[in-house]
């Protein structure tokens, strides 16, 4: 990484602003410049005091400051960054983005500049669900914008779910990787001309990792019928699986994810077949090849009714009714053996006892290249599975790495990066 790179940082409305002193810490201490710009909002969480001296530069706050204006337009301010970051970005600023709108210094800058934007979004669960923010993400994204995922878990109004704010070291690492890729002047690069006006094509998300490339993930449980109205199941939300196609999409990859019956939204850019049994999730795994990477998260049911009843079962008799249960067929194992085995194979272990160790002869048994296992011990409602962090054992062919307690988005976000240099 050069050390002459200039970060300009939008700080936003929200809680999570005070995450943003960090950040400005990290960018410093990776060589960086850094300068602020706070928006109306933002200066009610943070001061510019705080930013101005961990920065060491002047904090930009209006678009009406006869003074910068002289010394430094706010069109030069826009355009002297190798890279904007907004963090946080609220649900606010990512619609006025949308929209085009240049009411104050921040969004003004947005609107005028030619450099790559990465914006960090953190907002109330319910506003990041909302069909309005979800919308502005697309449209944002298309326009060549970077949008994070923003993690999941308990937020500061005392909801939790997805919209909080990534950790500083993520937002950190997606800022390395935004500069490492950079091809040409503020994102520029040579991509060939842009067919609607003859220019270079801005296309910022040319540095992705793992752009060019298809993974696919399976997610969720699998339901396995018993008769019309039951059916063999386990505790499996889909979390895990979904962050992780939600930030192999983020790192520029074409995405299929094989989800068995879960209650969770598509990530943005993701193609989604929705499956029910093992059988069938086996099937949209085999339909979806050649893929560069296959990340199997599902927690397939081991076993199915060896018959599926077309009525429902009486319970008349004066014994129970026996299940007769036939195995599933191994979809990783499977995938392992195929002809068109993807390049790197990864699968989920979910364990209760000797982690590392029956990760490790899982590794052997199902023939895949890494397997991330978690420890799926403790009570129901406290457990990984269902919840909303993951704490894994990365087990490859050379080693063990120990990730502790993280958001599931989190160990999603590390597990694509450490894939992205794999394939480097
Ligand atoms: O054998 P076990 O279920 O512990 O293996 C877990 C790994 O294997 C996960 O990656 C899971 O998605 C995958 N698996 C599979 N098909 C099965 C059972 C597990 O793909 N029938």
Not at 36 to 41: A, F
Not at 156 to 162: H, I, L, R, W
Not at 210 to 225: F, I, S
Not at 236 to 245: D, M
Request: hydrophobic content about 45%; aromatic content about 2%.
């Amino acid at each position: 990484m050069a050390v002459s790179k200039h970060i300009l940082l939008i700080i936003g409305g929200g809680i999570a602003a005070y995450k943003a002193a960090e950040l400005i810490r990290l960018i410093k201490k990776s060589g960086m410049t850094v300068r602020c710009v706070l928006t109306e909002s933002g200066a009610q969480f943070v001061t510019p005091m705080t930013l101005a001296a961990l920065s060491e530069n002047e904090v930009h706050t209006t678009l009406w400051s006869l003074k910068d204006e002289t010394e430094m337009g706010h069109i030069q301010l826009s355009r002297e960054a190798d890279l904007i970051v907004i963090c946080p970005a609220t649900a606010n600023l990512l619609a006025k983005m949308v929209g085009g709108i240049a009411d104050d210094l921040a969004t003004t800058l947005l609107l005028a500049t030619d450099a790559p934007v990465l914006a960090v979004p953190a907002m109330n669960v319910r506003m990041w669900q909302h069909a309005a923010t979800q919308r502005n993400i697309a449209q944002l994204r298309s326009d060549g914008i970077m949008v994070m995922h923003p993690d999941e878990g308990d937020m500061a109004c005392g909801e939790y779910g997805p919209g909080r704010l990534p950790e500083p070291e993520s937002v950190m690492r997606e800022i390395v990787n935004c500069l490492s890729g950079e091809t040409g002047v503020h994102g520029q690069n040579e991509l060939g001309p842009n067919p609607l006006d003859g220019q270079p094509a801005f296309a910022p998300n040319q540095h992705r990792p793992l752009r060019g490339k298809h993974v696919l993930v399976t997610a969720g449980p699998t339901h396995e019928p018993i008769d019309p109205v039951r059916y063999i199941a386990n505790r499996s939300s889909g979390r895990q699986g979904f962050a992780i196609a939600a930030a192999a999409a983020d790192a520029g990859a074409r995405v299929t994810l094989v989800a068995g019956p879960v209650h969770l939204p598509t990530p943005a850019g993701v193609m989604r077949i929705d499956v029910e049994t093992a059988v069938e999730m086996e099937q949209a795994v085999h339909d979806a090849l050649p893929a560069d990477v296959a990340i199997m998260v599902a927690a397939v049911a081991d076993w199915r009714a060896d018959s599926q009843s077309g009525q429902k079962i009486k319970k008349d008799g004066a014994a129970p009714a026996t299940l007769k249960l036939t195995e599933n067929p191994d979809i990783l194992a499977g995938l392992a053996r195929h002809e068109q085995r993807p390049a790197l194979l990864i699968g989920f272990a979910a364990e209760t006892e000797k982690i590392a160790e029956h990760a490790k002869a899982k590794l052997e048994k199902k023939s895949c290249d890494w397997i991330v296992a978690n420890d799926v011990s403790g009570p129901i409602g406290e457990s990984v599975m269902g919840g909303t962090d993951n704490s894994v054992h990365i087990v490859t062919g050379t080693g063990t790495e120990i990730w502790e307690r993280l958001p599931k988005m989190e160990v999603a976000r590390r597990l694509i990066a450490k894939i992205g240099e794999e394939l480097a």
